[in-house]
């Protein structure tokens, strides 16, 4: 439904026909849907903040967007530049702190960085290798960067908050917390509901909570969480 292809058994990807010449890239279901509630419009100016390594950036550009990428990691900016250019899609690219950023944009897609606890279907040893101790300062950089993305969108604009998360305090938290902290900010809850997704997966404020055996008899998806925020006029 988001207009995925699951292979099976593809082996090495580089070698799968297509991806030299650009006519695909790798995403996860779940990681695809973010683009497709926002439903990026031609011409529009969107924000792309955590860009790195590009795969909702390309959605945005293929979509006809004109898409302006911050991350702040100059090697994960370089492959999400290598990627561009191998789809043959157009994005201006900024490395830098998403908090820097300045400017006023049509719509703002901020997948930020979290614990990666949705991750778990693809890698089992997550809950070993994660104690929690750094979660409260992902957390806290979400509050701040939800805050400086909201001062960034155009008044009647859309920002996206998403994280690959399966905690509620880097979700729908996040969202119930930001509503009190804004008052011209609301949940677009009808945006949330797009092809494939089951209306019961919406959650009370509004948002979207996608879970690893969701969609099992396709493969499963990554746990994300998902909310669409309009700004108001």
Same mark, same amino acid.
Request: cysteine-free; charged content about 20%; proline content about 7%.
């Given at each position: 439904p988001t207009g995925s292809v699951r292979v099976a058994d593809a082996g090495q990807v580089t070698m799968m026909p297509g991806f030299a010449e650009g006519d695909w890239w790798?995403? +996860?279901?779940a990681a695809a849907l973010p683009v *497709? %509630?926002?439903? !990026?419009? *031609?011409g529009e100016a969107v924000l792309d903040l955590c860009a790195a390594p590009g795969g909702k950036t390309m959605q945005l550009a293929a979509a006809g967007a004109?898409?302006?990428a911050v991350d702040? /990691? &100059?090697?994960?900016?370089q492959r999400l530049k290598e990627n561009l250019a191998r789809v043959h899609l157009p994005a201006k690219t900024i490395v830098s702190d998403a908090r820097e950023i300045e400017g006023e944009f049509d719509a703002i897609l901020l997948d930020a960085p979290c614990s990666a606890t949705g991750? %778990?279907?693809?890698? !089992? +040893?997550? !809950?070993y290798a994660k104690d929690g101790s750094e979660f409260a300062d992902l957390i806290d950089l979400q509050t701040d960067l939800i805050d400086h993305a909201w001062r960034s969108l155009r008044p009647g604009g859309r920002l996206i908050f998403c994280t690959c998360s399966l905690l509620p305090d880097e979700g729908e938290v996040q969202v119930d917390?930001?509503?009190?902290?804004? !008052? +011209?900010?609301h949940v677009d809850k009808d945006a949330v509901l797009v092809a494939g997704v089951d209306p019961?997966?919406?959650?009370?404020e509004g948002g979207l909570r996608l879970r690893p055996d969701y969609w099992s008899d396709? &493969? $499963?998806? +990554? $746990?994300?969480? %998902?909310? /669409?925020?309009r700004k108001s006029v």
């Open positions: 790798v995403q +996860d279901a *497709k %509630i926002l439903a !990026p419009q *031609k004109q898409v302006t702040n /990691s &100059g090697q994960r900016m991750t %778990i279907r693809r890698h !089992p +040893d997550l !809950p917390e930001a509503l009190e902290r804004h !008052p +011209d900010m019961n997966w919406a959650t009370t396709l &493969g $499963g998806m +990554d $746990g994300f969480y %998902i909310a /669409s925020l």
